[in-house]
């Protein structure tokens, strides 16, 4: 980014991101991911920056059942606004009856249903990034969901499909968007290629020209603010959807917010330029404790549950950083928020930023892979074979991912 970048109303940039009656001052969304995008974790985003903050996927039958585990995920404590959830099903009247819980119950303020997910627990019940291959399938789910959501937006998350041979992103949107959903988001990959390579920012540039009364957002490979900025210019999209980026990093959101800002014309380029974070290792110490301590309020106090929730960002947290491995090897196996400061005491704080080392991808890519499916199901695009009782089977967990 550069001072000599020109203002967004030169680039067609919108003001606001509006998603129904929903409008956002920062076009950027938390995308949801399983284990990750809990309470704790949108709450410590939310505190650097500025978006829409979307719970991780929770499967539709378990909500519809009322399971412990699925009424814990959508909790939303009172400093989150507006409440974002994510559902995942297979089932046009289970996914309808899940939307309507939420919406009768008043626990959300926007709801967002998954088409993206590559995992194979997933795909192989048909579920997905699996489903909208099955258009008829497709329609019916996303149709009673915008019925049962009312007044409350619903919008989707997608890829682009199956595999190179069964592209299904512009077929899919094209249903949503007569169906009346508020947005649509799309990863620009395949299930497939899961994380591997690079995203294909010419396919949400493609749906963008193609989908023109409903925003549409970008999701894959954002790892800056720079990379937000430019796939808004290269595919005219209306907003980003953030993942991985944000591992370990939950001070991108401040640096998307002030992007996006400085994009919009409300600061110079560069104000932006200095309030991107380049945090020494102390600012990064003290953004994992305080991951922590809202791990613990998520978890009713478990301390000890909170820390070793906490192991699993370790990595992300301090990628690049010259922690060394005895060090680093202590803070995955952290027991407690005394225990983690006894462990900081011996870190050097002043320690600066290592710049290109802590930057880019991070999490796990995997590599192409053939996509799990039920049997048959690539042989037609309808549902008519289907046997919902065992793909009801993929909606038994409380969270999707």
Known sequence: ??????????????????IGPLSLDVPVVLAPMAGITNTAFRRLCREYGAGLYVSEMITSR???????????????HESETPRSIQLYGVDPKTV?????FLVDQDLADHIDLNFGCPVPKVTRKGGGSALPWKSDLFRAIVEGAVKAAGEIPLT??????????????????????????????????????????????????????T???VPILGNGDIWSAEDAIRMVRETGCDGVV??????????????????????????????????????????????MRRHT?????????DEGHACRDIRKHVAWYYKGYGV??????????????????????????????????????????????????????????????IDFSELAEAERDDSGG
Not at 263 to 286: H, N, S
């Open 1 to 18: 980014m550069n001072s000599q970048t020109p203002a967004a109303t030169d680039l067609g940039v919108d003001d606001r991101l509006k």
């Open 62 to 76: 378990a909500l519809v059942e009322r399971t412990p585990g699925s009424l814990r995920l959508i909790k939303h």
């Open 96 to 100: 309808s009856e899940a939307v309507k």
């Open 156 to 209: 989707i998350k997608m890829r682009k499909g199956i595999d190179a041979d069964h592209l299904t992103y512009l077929d899919a949107a094209k249903a949503a968007e007569g169906a009346g959903v508020a947005a649509i988001a799309l990863h620009g990959r395949t299930a497939n290629e899961f994380y591997s390579g690079e995203a294909d920012w010419t396919s949400i540039a493609t749906l963008k020209e």
């Open 211 to 213: 989908i023109t009364s």
């Open 242 to 287: 953030v993942g991985r980026g944000c591992l370990g990093r939950p001070w991108l959101f401040g640096d998307l917010a002030a992007a996006f800002r400085a994009e919009r014309g409300d600061i110079t380029w560069e104000e932006a330029e200095a309030a991107i974070a380049k945090p020494p290792l102390g600012f990064v110490m003290q953004a």
């Open 293 to 301: 301590e809202l791990l613990v309020e998520f978890f009713d106090g």
């Open 324 to 385: 060394g491995g005895d060090t680093r090897r202590a803070l995955a196996t952290v027991e407690s928020i005394d225990h983690m400061d006894e462990i900081f005491s011996t870190m050097d704080g002043s320690m600066p930023y290592p710049g290109e080392g802590a930057e880019g991808p991070r999490g796990r890519a995997g590599s192409p892979k053939r996509p799990i499916l039920p049997q048959g199901w690539l042989e037609s695009r309808t549902s008519d074979s």
